[in-house]
């Protein structure tokens, strides 16, 4: 099992990597956030402009709604781990090119290996591509599993994604439900019954 000293050495690698371009423009690293023991991981595309400035990922209006959609399953962000792709802001949040995902994504093998989690989502279709399938379509492949040898993956939409096509928002709920059932089969210590979306939202007013 992971410990401390790991996490360390790994988030301290991100800091101090220039492999790619994307080094020189951000304001800072976004290594992840969450339970280093969680049994689920989330991963997304890369920083954007708030994730730039506050080194967290998912911050915002996009990370208030994949807070939303985590409540209603029963999950909190102390109950998964939150990463991305690029773990640095491409200019303009442009799409991270493949020569910035592949130069990045050692790091995020390596919080896989410590996470060594039971179920993966990819938010959007950037994380899907690179973890599911080069050829993924989240329209028409969103909230189906597939076994990679110790986990199980899956794409959805990306939460800055549904904020712009709302559209999609209830196939995405769906999704989150598919999540729900999944972790009620696999997982042992990650909750599953909805969190009152009301108290969430009282703490903000
Ligand atoms: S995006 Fe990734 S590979 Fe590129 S400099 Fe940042 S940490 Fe390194």
Redesign the pocket.
């Given at each position: 099992m992971a410990n401390t000293s790991d996490w360390a050495a790994a988030r301290a690698a991100?800091e101090a990597?220039?492999?790619?371009p994307?080094?020189e423009t951000?304001r800072q690293?976004v290594f992840g956030v969450g339970s280093e023991t969680a049994e689920v991981l989330f991963v997304g595309e890369g920083p954007g402009k708030t994730e730039d400035e506050e080194g967290v990922p998912f911050v915002g209006p996009a990370g208030k709604l994949l807070d939303e959609l985590l409540a209603a399953i029963g999950l909190t962000r102390e109950h998964v781990y939150i990463a991305n792709i690029?773990?640095?802001r491409p200019p303009m949040n442009r799409d991270p090119k493949p020569e910035?995902r592949a130069?990045?994504m050692p790091?995020l093998k390596r919080q896989m290996e410590l996470l060594a989690p039971k179920l993966v989502v990819c938010l959007g279709r950037i994380a899907a591509q690179e973890l599911i399938s080069p050829e993924f379509r989240v329209t028409q492949e969103h909230g189906f599993w597939n076994i990679r040898g110790s986990y199980e993956i899956m794409g959805t939409w990306h939460p800055a994604a549904l904020l712009r096509n709302e559209r999609n928002l209830p196939d995405a709920f769906e999704d989150f439900k598919v999540l729900q059932r999944r972790i009620r089969k696999v997982c042992k210590m990650t909750p599953s019954d909805p969190i009152a979306l009301c108290a969430g939202r009282a703490k903000d007013t």
């Amino acid at each position: 099992m992971a410990n401390t000293s790991d996490w360390a050495a790994a988030r301290a690698a991100v800091e101090a990597c220039t492999a790619c371009p994307l080094r020189e423009t951000c304001r800072q690293t976004v290594f992840g956030v969450g339970s280093e023991t969680a049994e689920v991981l989330f991963v997304g595309e890369g920083p954007g402009k708030t994730e730039d400035e506050e080194g967290v990922p998912f911050v915002g209006p996009a990370g208030k709604l994949l807070d939303e959609l985590l409540a209603a399953i029963g999950l909190t962000r102390e109950h998964v781990y939150i990463a991305n792709i690029v773990k640095c802001r491409p200019p303009m949040n442009r799409d991270p090119k493949p020569e910035e995902r592949a130069a990045c994504m050692p790091h995020l093998k390596r919080q896989m290996e410590l996470l060594a989690p039971k179920l993966v989502v990819c938010l959007g279709r950037i994380a899907a591509q690179e973890l599911i399938s080069p050829e993924f379509r989240v329209t028409q492949e969103h909230g189906f599993w597939n076994i990679r040898g110790s986990y199980e993956i899956m794409g959805t939409w990306h939460p800055a994604a549904l904020l712009r096509n709302e559209r999609n928002l209830p196939d995405a709920f769906e999704d989150f439900k598919v999540l729900q059932r999944r972790i009620r089969k696999v997982c042992k210590m990650t909750p599953s019954d909805p969190i009152a979306l009301c108290a969430g939202r009282a703490k903000d007013t």
